[in-house]
């Protein structure tokens, strides 16, 4: 929960929206609430801030539908996105092999619960693969993937370390990892985050020969949120 100086401390948004909260929990990593609301079904929090909801499925789209349109629809790895939505978007769309790595196995049984117009049967897909486990530790031996997909944090995992040595290190890493006509998609931040955006865009064109970021409408956000998508890793 954020925190303003001299400030009480801001209320998460189901809160503040009024929705009605149906689960309420703290995992081994995480605090997790499912709110439900009239507009956008079941609402997902992680640790108060806005996952997604069951109206989102834009955000899904916008992370998978760049590989399917560069015909990258081999070997794809998903980085985060537990509540599988990106997976369902991945193995409906063409991708013969999908590989989930989550690290909270309760949100992966929250999903199947609460967001079954999410996942829908992603989890059992036959071209489906599902990893309780550190994503982050997954990237040590990932190799010859044709698209990386990255459904996690902006901000830095480690103690000491910046944003921006972060996200150099976590893009330098991905890129290293795909094939050499790879591509590398990511949620980025909120269109009023100009500076993070500037910041990933920048570490992206450091690895990477051809970069895009563009808006999606996201319904439950009240906002446009950014996405990215990069290709043709520049190897040293």
């Known amino acids: 929960m954020a925190t303003l100086s001299n400030q009480r401390p801001v209320p998460p948004e189901y809160i503040t929206r009024g929705q009605r909260i149906v689960e309420d929990m703290?995992?081994?990593?995480?605090?997790i609430v499912v709110a439900h609301d009239p507009d956008y079904g079941h609402v997902l929090y992680l640790d108060d801030d806005l996952?997604?909801?069951?109206?989102?499925?834009?955000?899904?789209?916008?992370?998978?539908?760049?590989?399917?349109?560069?015909?990258?629809t081999g070997r794809v790895l998903i980085l985060g996105g537990g509540d599988?939505?990106?997976?369902?978007?991945?193995?409906?769309?063409?991708?013969?092999?999908?590989?989930?790595?989550d690290i909270d196995g309760k949100v992966l049984e929250l999903a199947q619960r609460?967001?079954?117009?999410?996942?829908?049967d992603a989890f059992t897909a036959t071209n489906a693969r599902v990893v309780v486990g550190d994503a982050f530790a997954w990237l040590?031996?990932?190799?010859?993937?044709?698209?990386?997909?990255?459904?996690l944090t902006m901000e830095p995992v480690r103690a000491n370390q910046s944003r921006l040595e972060f996200i150099e290190e976590i893009v330098g890493r991905i890129a290293a990892s795909l094939q050499p006509e790879g591509m590398l998609t990511m949620q980025c931040c909120s269109e009023h985050q100009p500076?993070?955006?500037?910041?990933?865009?920048?570490?992206?064109?450091?690895?990477?020969?051809?970069?895009?970021?563009?808006?999606?409408?996201?319904?439950?956000?009240?906002e446009q949120w950014i996405f990215a998508h990069a290709r043709y890793p520049a190897r040293r």
């Open 26 to 31: 703290h995992s081994e990593y995480q605090h």
């Open 51 to 72: 996952q997604i909801a069951e109206s989102d499925h834009a955000y899904n789209r916008a992370m998978i539908d760049p590989l399917v349109q560069a015909g990258l």
């Open 84 to 101: 599988g939505g990106v997976l369902k978007a991945a193995v409906h769309g063409g991708v013969h092999d999908a590989t989930l790595v």
């Open 114 to 120: 609460y967001f079954p117009g999410l996942c829908e």
């Open 140 to 151: 040590d031996d990932a190799r010859g993937y044709d698209g990386i997909v990255y459904d």
């Open 195 to 222: 500076q993070l955006r500037r910041e990933i865009h920048d570490a992206l064109s450091r690895h990477f020969t051809a970069v895009a970021d563009y808006p999606v409408v996201v319904p439950s956000y009240h």
